[in-house]
T-cell receptor, first 113, second 113 residues
Framework: QQQVKQSPQSLIVQKGGISIINCAYE??????FPWYQQFPGKGPALLIA?????SEKKEGRFTISFNKSAKQFSLHIMDSQPGDSATYFC????????????FGKGTKLSVKP | DAGVIQSPRHEVTEMGQEVTLRCKPI?????LFWYRQTMMRGLELLIY????????DSGMPEDRFSAKMPNASFSTLKIQPSEPRDSAVYFC???????????FGQGTRLTVV
């Protein structure tokens, strides 16, 4: 119940295309769903996050779509650029007073020029 | 603020030796997390602290692992004795509160030979 399942494991997209990464969870107590971006040799950095009271959040070329009933959420990267090539992690946090994030296993995105 | 600072960046040690990883969280952050990242298992939460008190250490793999946070500005993760399977990148992260963004350090790449 504590898992967050992420797919695909790797993704290759042409420049200008749309990258889509999906995540699913079981624990309905999760109340915060961030996406992190990690470049080689660096720590993960927050990209965008959503709470379950909204179905979509957009920041520039990055959009999270959230389906509470299906317990799924996804990251869409519009007009993908080579600079977006990185590993992306979805995550979920336990509600209440707990603060720990549960991460998906990551998706390695390569955007070809 | 310089962000979360981890040291060393790289550590190579022989099996059986003691290894100590260090972390300085962002000033004012109440939560500190230790994660381990491997290709096989992704990002795993090892332990986290709130106001210097360990809250959940269920992710610590074995008694060989221990973590301390003697004050708000310093934490250590110790492995004694180290084994080759401990080879991974270890990340420290901190956040202001349970419901806010977690900031990651650059990680310590540990290699046990």
């Amino acid at each position: 119940q504590q898992q967050v399942k992420q797919s695909p494991q790797s993704l290759i997209v042409q420049k200008g295309g749309i990258s889509i990464i999906n995540c699913a969870y079981e624990n309905t107590a999760f109340d915060y769903f961030p996406w992190y971006q990690q470049f080689p040799g660096k720590g993960p950095a927050l990209l965008i996050a959503i709470r379950p009271d909204v179905s979509e959040k957009k920041e520039g070329r990055f959009t999270i779509s959230f389906n509470k009933s299906a317990k799924q959420f996804s990251l869409h990267i519009m007009d993908s650029q080579p600079g977006d090539s990185a590993t992306y992690f979805c995550a979920a946090r336990n509600g209440g007073s707990q603060g720990n994030l549960i991460f998906g296993k990551g998706t390695k995105l390569s955007v070809k020029p | 603020d310089a962000g979360v600072i981890q040291s060393p960046r790289h550590e190579v040690t022989e099996m059986g030796q003691e290894v100590t990883l260090r972390c300085k969280p962002i000033s004012g952050h109440d939560y500190l997390f230790w994660y381990r990242q491997t290709m096989m298992r992704g990002l795993e939460l090892l332990i986290y602290f709130n106001n210097n008190v360990p809250i959940d250490d269920s992710g610590m793999p074995e008694d060989r692992f221990s973590a301390k946070m003697p004050n708000a500005s310093f934490s250590t993760l110790k492995i004694q004795p180290s084994e080759p399977r401990d080879s991974a990148v270890y990340f420290c992260a901190s956040s202001l509160a349970a419901s806010t963004e977690a900031f990651f350090g650059q990680g310590t790449r540990l290699t046990v030979v």
